[in-house]
């Protein structure tokens, strides 16, 4: 098998978990030192599994909980302001591949009337925000088969962890979704905060393979923020990243080696133990009353 991000095919087993009943094995490449799972050896990897069975493995629901159109909520919010602190908040036309409900594309919609679309799998979120007035495609091939203008922004919040050509699928965004001047928008657990082996979760994220990822897709990375919203207020529980692409991209750049992973990510752990056990309401916000399932 090959790396995500290099392509290499020299990887070494980094951890053994369990994850809704399913055995995992992530492995690190050698050579840039991503974390990922093998695909052949993965329940996750089709289209079929996020029409239906992603949802119900992870939520016990095919519809969208109370809990998780909370927590889309909190997201939206924390992502315009960031766009907006960039001056990045004013575009034309708006795209969110992996859009679940369409929480954030109605926040874009009502705050700076721009036109939106939405690429969703999973038939059931993908009804709740047609009914909510979302244009929505169920795949991104569907979506460029239907030839559209190009988009101001794209945005994929938690959707990256989960594909096997990472590489590749933001390559085809920058090349035949995303103006010349566009912003790419991305956001995925933190490999040094955040549990992140999950059956769904291909991939495991680093500041560093995330930045490695977006520049090898041909993009130059403008601000990367770690943070908890909308779970912590003191774990680093997530990346987000914004990105143009790049004006030259004729030479394709060396990609950087990570190192030391697994100690980097043992003291992000023995921090987050530490914080929990001396700050456990600020380290875990609570949920609203009504909003625990």
Not at 43 to 65: G, V, W
Not at 172 to 178: A, D, N, S, V
Not at 202 to 219: K, N
Request: with cysteine; charged share 20%; proline share 6%.
């Amino acid at each position: 098998m090959n790396c995500f991000l290099c392509g290499s095919n020299h990887q070494t087993p980094f951890a053994r978990v369990e994850s809704f009943g399913f055995p995992l094995v992530y492995y690190q490449c050698d050579r840039c030192g991503l974390i990922f799972q093998s695909e052949k050896e993965n329940q996750a990897s089709d289209l079929e599994f996020y029409e239906s069975t992603y949802r119900e493995i992870y939520q016990a629901s095919e519809e969208p909980t109370a809990k998780d159109l909370w927590v889309q909520e909190q997201r939206a919010a924390h992502l315009i302001n960031l766009l907006r602190s960039q001056n990045m908040a004013n575009c034309i036309r708006v795209l969110d591949i992996g859009a679940s409900a369409g929480v954030l594309l109605n926040n874009f919609r009502k705050t700076t009337d721009c036109d939106v679309v939405g690429v969703e799998p999973g038939d059931a979120y993908r009804a709740y925000a047609e009914q909510n007035g979302l244009q929505m495609f169920p795949s991104l091939d569907a979506l460029i088969e239907s030839t559209p203008e190009r988009f101001d922004l794209v945005s994929l919040i938690h959707v990256l962890e989960h594909l096997p050509d990472p590489v590749g699928t933001l390559q085809t965004i920058r090349k035949e979704l995303l103006v010349d001047d566009g912003i790419l928008l991305l956001e995925v657990p933190n490999f040094y905060a955040h549990d992140s082996y999950e059956l769904a979760h291909l991939a495991c994220y680093t500041p560093h393979t995330l930045r490695e990822v977006v520049r090898q897709a041909g993009f130059e990375v403008i601000s990367l923020q770690c943070h908890g919203v909308p779970r912590s207020s003191l774990l680093n529980l997530y990346l987000t990243l914004l990105a143009r692409p790049l004006q030259d991209n004729s030479q394709k750049p060396l990609v950087q080696p990570g190192k030391n992973v697994r100690f980097k990510r043992q003291i992000g752990f023995l921090y987050r133990r530490l914080v929990q056990k001396v700050f456990p309401r600020q380290a875990w916000l609570p949920l609203p009353d009504g909003k625990e399932s």
